[in-house]
């Protein structure tokens, strides 16, 4: 599932959805499977059970959460699903990101990784190295 908008200005699960939606995955993806009332009752902030209901459903809708509805009238229950893991979701997501901007902006991608790598943590560049040695044996 693709995100439609990633917001560079913020943080972890916040470049990809807004401040509850990311409250909520995190829940679902620690539990794997919640209820509407479980996940109310694990946010850090009072929200009525509708105002939940609305976002875990838009979650779903989105693609992130799978529905799963149980019972009838009032024995009626909605069990929400992680559709993959956490890892599974940054993985992809990062992946769109890197090869759209590889895509569009190659050579100062390549330019502002170095530069990145080298500034954030220099193992990365070690990883970046063993990365190129290994792509390089594979073109011969």
């Known amino acids: 599932m693709k995100i439609q908008r990633m917001k560079l200005h913020e943080e972890g699960l916040n470049r990809f959805f807004g401040p509850l939606e990311s409250q909520i995955m ?48 009032r024995n009626r229950i909605s069990h929400y699903h992680t559709v993959q893991s956490k890892e599974e979701f940054i993985a992809e997501q990062t992946k769109a990101v890197t090869y759209g901007l590889v895509e569009e902006y190659g050579q100062l991608v390549v330019n502002h990784l170095v530069d990145a790598f080298k500034d954030a943590d220099p193992e990365l560049m070690k990883l970046l190295e063993a990365r190129l040695n290994e792509w390089k044996k594979e073109q011969l």
């Open 26 to 73: 995190a829940i679902a993806w620690e539990k794997e499977k919640v209820t509407i009332k479980e996940v109310q009752e694990l946010l850090s902030e009072e929200l009525s059970y509708t105002a939940v209901m609305t976002v875990l459903n838009r979650l779903s809708e989105k693609g992130h959460l799978k529905k799963i509805t149980t019972g009838k009238g």
